[in-house]
């Protein structure tokens, strides 16, 4: 006994709805997306003062409640008053140092408010 298979007719693909998971996902990425500028802050490596063979000339100890600067503890606005006044001064290097819980917003806040105030070229160490 013989039995034919009935060919069975393909169905033309809708592209309907692949057009609609493609228009969902241009759709989530423009609206999830920032447009944004995010901000850089320039950090120097250790080894550029070193290289020179000079000491920096300011030593900062970044702590998660005060600023030592060249062995004197300050709060944060007197520290960045300290640093401009010492660039004034003179000074051009200085290493930051970080000791205990820093987290990394602390960081980059201390890195920018330096850069703005005194113009010191920073370098960071932990």
Do not use: C, H, Y
């Amino acid at each position: 006994m013989r039995v034919s298979a009935v060919p069975r007719r393909r169905r033309p693909l809708s592209l309907t709805s692949l057009i609609d998971v493609i228009f969902l996902l241009l759709l989530f990425f423009m609206l999830s997306s920032t447009f944004t500028r995010f901000g850089e802050v320039p950090v120097t490596g250790g080894r550029t003062t070193a290289s020179e063979g000079k000491p920096p000339e300011v030593m900062i100890r970044l702590t998660e409640s005060a600023w030592t600067v060249n062995g004197r503890s300050f709060d944060e606005a007197s520290a960045i008053g300290e640093l401009a006044k010492l660039q004034r001064a003179g000074a051009r290097t200085a290493i930051l140092a970080i000791r205990g819980a820093v987290d990394s917003q602390q960081l980059v806040s201390a890195v920018e408010k330096i850069g703005r105030e005194s113009r010191l070229a920073v370098s960071v160490t932990r």
